[in-house]
Nanobody, 125 residues
Framework: QVQLVESGGGLVQPGGSLRLSCTAS????????IGWFRQAPGKEDEGVSC????????WYADSVKGRFTISRDNAKNTVYLQIDRLESEDPGVYSC??????????????????WGQGTQVPVSS
């Protein structure tokens, strides 16, 4: 059974940083496309970043480019999302998801099938 567990969320002031982790059991993440998604209060779920298990390419939403960095630690079977210069639009529940690539170098098009429960990232005023 595939299980994804996110961690690392917590209260951060605007301009601050934190690192989210997505650790898997029942699935090797190094061959899978991994995506990070967030759901802000009152808004729809949106993809913020992903990384391809096929070629290592990455994708970022325009709203997070230059501030978010996705990376993998295959030895720990974990994918990270480094969030820097946190903005007031960034709070929400961040979830990771795993899927099988359908389009080379386009993890943003991957149909993600396995999802974690999410970790909360509030932003202090």
């Amino acid at each position: 059974q595939v299980q994804l567990v996110e961690s690392g969320g917590g209260l951060v002031q605007p301009g601050g940083s934190l690192r989210l982790s997505c650790t898997a059991s029942g699935l090797r993440l190094d061959g899978a496309d991994i995506g990070w998604f967030r759901q802000a209060p009152g808004k729809e779920d949106e993809g913020v970043s992903c990384t391809s298990g096929r070629d290592g390419s990455t994708w970022y939403a325009d709203s997070v480019k230059g501030r978010f960095t996705i990376s993998r630690d295959n030895a720990k079977n974990t994918v990270y999302l480094q969030i820097d210069r946190l903005e007031s639009e960034d709070p929400g529940v961040y979830s990771c998801a795993a899927g099988v690539s359908t389009t080379p170098s386009a993890c943003n098009l991957t149909p993600f099938a396995s999802w974690g429960q999410g970790t909360q990232v509030p932003v202090s005023s």
